[in-house]
Every structure is written in C-alpha cells, then in structure tokens.
C-alpha cells in the first residue's frame, strides 16, 4: 500500500489548477506532507536559500522545495488577517501550513478557562489561509501535569467547524503523567490526536487518536548534510507511510496497546531541531523517500 505524498508542485498555469493536486486521486492512502518550523532563519542563507535571494521571497522558495510549514509566530501572538492572505498567496496549490495555537490558551492554570483565548485566536484571521490550512497545534508546557476533566473541557473549547470549514486539532504534551491510558481515551473520544514528539526529554507518545497523524522530529544532527543518517531517514519515511496507509509503526512507544481502526491517514510531519541548520535539508530528503 503506497502513500499519496503532496508534492512541492511550482505554482500551476490557470490550464491545469484543477489537475495538480492529487489529494483524492487514490483512496487507499492519505496525504503525507513534510516541513520545517518557520521559514526565517538567518542561519539557512547560503546553506538551503540561495546567497541573494531576497527575503520577501524565503517563503515561495521554501514552499517550491517543501510541502509544508509549521508557523510558530501565532504562539507568541496574533497575527493580522492580511499576513495570513499573503502567506497563502505565495504558496503553490497543495501546500499546507499548520499553526501553533496562542500560549495564552494553554499556558494557564485551568484549561477550562481558555475560551475566550481560543476565539480570540480564530477571529484573527486564521480561516484566510483557506484551503492551505492544516492542523492547529496546541503546546502545553513541560510543568503542565494530565487532569482528565480539566483537559477534557479544553478539548470540547477547539471548534471543529467554522464558516462551513471543517477544523483539525492536535496536542502536544510534554509530560509523563500524560502517558495513561486515561489521556488515549480522551483524545480518541475528541478526535484530537497527540504530536509524536521525537525529543530527548519529552514522552512519546505514538498511539493513534484520529484521521491523521502529526509528528516533530526534534534529533536532528546539522553536523549531516542531510540532517539525519540514511537509515533513520529511511525508518521515518517507513512510519510515514505506515500512517498513511491506515497501519501503526511497529517500533514506536505506544500508551494504549488497543489497535485503532484501520484507515487512511494523512500525515504532518515536522523537521525540527535546537540548531535547526539542516532541516529543510532533511525534510527535502524524507519527501524524496516517500514519494
């Protein structure tokens, strides 16, 4: 069973925009779409932007050589609805971004509390990046211990639609008591899934709660060319497609043995790393696997 993965197609001509995407071409497999966080970044002139490109053009660049971006400046505060229009206008057809959800929504004490800051965040213009947005990120801090009711409420806080738009939501938690069957329940019940985090310090969490599965490689090495050696690029373009495909990774940490329905699965995956130097390099590498 092969994955359908999104390409990093050049903009197309008015003659074949409604040929080029290949989301619903083949329905024995989701969408696999692989990026980096951000796309300014100092360090990548020279190394993945050309010398004299300018930086009015880093976003198109990165979108022609990607198939997705996870945007992180929405984290630390509101953007304007005209950003959000530009950014979508500079990206070809089948490009997604996803967008870390405002701190003040999940860095407080109870959760519960968060609906003022989850509304906030939507009536920002979000929804302008229309067809290339992808998953909203919720981070919570490294301090931040599980309580099913309190979480719960906070998961029922997310808007699964607005304006017609159907909305995806994801999790990141950053700590052990998170790794109870309690949480999978939870999460499964909502639909949300949990962020398998690839990190030194943070659990991970591999088991399956929705239609699609988010994933932020976070050991990458800028020593390498390519970010990370040949056999693990391989191994994550093997999990990558297990995902899609409707299959789990046999070689992940996972909370809840009980296996999930099988079925097709998008699939985010992000390169992203403390130096964060040749990520775009491993990102580009893992899109060439999993084509």
Same mark, same amino acid.
Request: with cysteine; glycine share 8%; aromatic share 12%.
């Given at each position: 069973?092969?994955?359908?993965?999104?390409?990093?197609?050049?903009?197309?001509?008015?003659?074949?925009?409604?040929?080029?995407?290949?989301?619903?071409?083949?329905?024995?497999?989701?969408?696999?779409?692989?990026?980096?966080?951000?796309?300014?970044?100092?360090?990548?002139?020279?190394?993945?932007?050309?010398?004299?490109?300018? %930086?009015?053009?880093?976003?198109?660049?990165?979108?022609?050589?990607?198939?997705?971006?996870?945007?992180?400046?929405?984290?630390?505060?509101?953007?304007?609805?005209?950003?959000?229009?530009?950014?979508?206008?500079?990206?070809?057809?089948?490009?997604?971004?996803?967008?870390?959800?405002?701190?003040?929504?999940?860095? @407080?004490?109870? *959760?519960?509390?968060?609906?003022?800051?989850?509304?906030?965040?939507?009536?920002?213009?979000?929804?302008?990046?229309?067809?290339?947005?992808?998953?909203?990120?919720? %981070?919570?801090?490294?301090?931040?211990?599980?309580?099913?009711?309190?979480?719960?409420?906070?998961?029922?806080?997310?808007? @699964?639609?607005?304006?017609?738009?159907?909305?995806?939501?994801?999790?990141?938690?950053?700590?052990?008591?998170?790794?109870?069957?309690?949480?999978?329940? *939870?999460?499964?019940?909502?639909?949300?899934?949990?962020?398998?985090?690839?990190?030194?310090?943070?659990?991970?969490?591999?088991?399956?709660?929705?239609?699609?599965?988010?994933?932020?490689? %976070?050991?990458?090495?800028?020593? *390498?060319?390519?970010?990370?050696?040949?056999?693990? *690029?391989?191994?994550?373009?093997?999990?990558?497609?297990?995902?899609?495909?409707?299959?789990?990774?046999?070689?992940?940490?996972?909370?809840?043995?009980?296996?999930?329905?099988?079925?097709?699965?998008?699939?985010?995956?992000?390169?992203?790393?403390?130096?964060?130097?040749?990520?775009?390099?491993?990102?580009?590498?893992?899109?060439?696997?999993?084509?």
């Amino acid at each position: 069973m092969s994955a359908v993965v999104a390409k990093a197609p050049t903009k197309p001509t008015k003659t074949d925009a409604k040929t080029t995407d290949t989301k619903t071409t083949k329905a024995d497999a989701g969408n696999i779409y692989i990026g980096i966080g951000g796309w300014t970044f100092e360090p990548w002139r020279g190394v993945f932007y050309p010398e004299k490109l300018t %930086q009015a053009k880093e976003l198109s660049y990165a979108a022609s050589k990607l198939t997705s971006i996870e945007i992180n400046g929405t984290y630390y505060g509101s953007q304007k609805p005209e950003s959000f229009r530009k950014w979508a206008s500079e990206v070809p057809d089948g490009f997604i971004f996803s967008l870390k959800g405002p701190r003040f929504a999940t860095n @407080r004490r109870v *959760l519960a509390e968060a609906g003022d800051s989850v509304k906030r965040f939507y009536d920002s213009g979000v929804l302008e990046l229309k067809d290339r947005l992808g998953p909203v990120l919720w %981070q919570f801090a490294p301090t931040k211990k599980f309580d099913g009711a309190d979480f719960g409420k906070f998961l029922e806080l997310l808007p @699964r639609k607005l304006d017609g738009r159907a909305l995806r939501h994801v999790v990141e938690v950053r700590h052990d008591s998170f790794c109870v069957p309690e949480f999978i329940a *939870l999460i499964r019940e909502h639909a949300v899934p949990v962020v398998f985090a690839e990190h030194g310090k943070y659990p991970a969490i591999a088991d399956v709660a929705s239609d699609f599965v988010y994933a932020r490689l %976070q050991k990458g090495n800028d020593e *390498l060319k390519t970010c990370y050696p040949p056999k693990q *690029l391989d191994a994550w373009a093997k999990r990558f497609q297990d995902w899609a495909g409707g299959s789990e990774p046999d070689d992940l940490p996972k909370v809840d043995k009980t296996a999930p329905k099988k079925a097709p699965r998008d699939v985010f995956a992000y390169v992203i790393h403390e130096g964060k130097v040749r990520a775009p390099a491993g990102a580009m590498e893992l899109i060439e696997r999993v084509k």
